[in-house]
């Protein structure tokens, strides 16, 4: 079935610097991406959304890059601080009254100080 | 300001007893989501309400039950929690103008069966 998955379910990074989250995707209808944050405890976190016309989104320290071509997503964030650390889900969904989310699997960020 | 609110955070249930977990939400939005997420999984979508028309998702357990009496308010019933019902269960809501659009989670009620 389709699905969407991720390349790495854990990524460590160095405080200050930039990471990059990756998510592949099956579904070649999907047409709006969206990833969440997900702290300890917490419910999933809305960070910045892209539709499929679009290539790039910028956000605040966050951009979000499509690739429509092979199926890929992308999360960079950048000058990364402690509060990165949390669990980062690429969800995507189809267009026009489709309100299901398909979420992947997620990757766990850690951010060392 | 809490918009999409989750009561209680914790449930503690006996194998077998019923329980019932409560969402509220501020934003007026059409549509209210309950995902269940088992530890280090994805959310998994139970059902979800557009307005008062119910979606279930075909792999979803009879047990799992929904009610919406209003616009604001959305319970997910659990009639006989076994053992492997325990998770954190998310609500969620969305506007629904046609286009899909963001889904706005609340922080989940994490559900313990003894």
């Known amino acids: 079935g389709e699905n969407v998955g991720l390349h790495l379910p854990t990524l460590s990074v160095q405080e200050g610097d930039n990471s990059i989250i990756n998510c592949a995707y099956s579904n070649s209808a999907s047409d709006y991406f969206i990833w969440y944050k997900q702290e300890s405890g917490k419910g999933p976190q809305f960070i910045i959304d892209?539709?499929?016309?679009?290539d790039k989104r910028q956000g605040q320290r966050v951009t979000v890059l499509l690739n429509k071509t092979v199926k890929h997503l992308s999360l960079q964030i950048a000058a990364t601080q402690p509060g990165d650390s949390a669990v980062y889900f690429c969800?995507?969904?189809?267009?026009?009254?489709?309100?299901?989310?398909?979420f992947g699997t997620g990757t766990r960020l850690t951010i060392i100080p | 300001d809490a918009m999409v609110i989750q009561n209680p955070r914790y449930q503690v249930t006996q194998f077998g007893k019923p329980v019932t977990l409560s969402c509220s939400q501020t934003l007026n939005h059409n549509v209210m989501y309950w995902y269940q997420q088992k530890s280090s999984q994805a959310p998994k979508l139970l059902f979800h309400?557009?307005?008062?028309?119910?979606?279930n998702e075909a792999d979803t357990p009879d047990n799992f039950q929904s009610r919406r009496p209003n616009t604001s308010f959305c319970f997910l019933d659990i009639r006989s929690p076994g053992l492997g019902d325990a998770a954190m269960y998310l609500c969620?809501?969305?506007?629904?103008?046609?286009?899909?659009?963001?889904?706005?989670f609340g922080p989940g009620t994490r559900l313990t069966v003894l």
């Open positions: 309400y557009y307005d008062k028309d119910f979606n």
């Open positions: 969800a995507e969904t189809v267009n026009f009254g489709n309100e299901k989310l398909t």
């Open positions: 892209i539709r499929s016309n679009m």
């Open positions: 969620a809501t969305s506007r629904r103008t046609g286009y899909a659009d963001t889904q706005y």
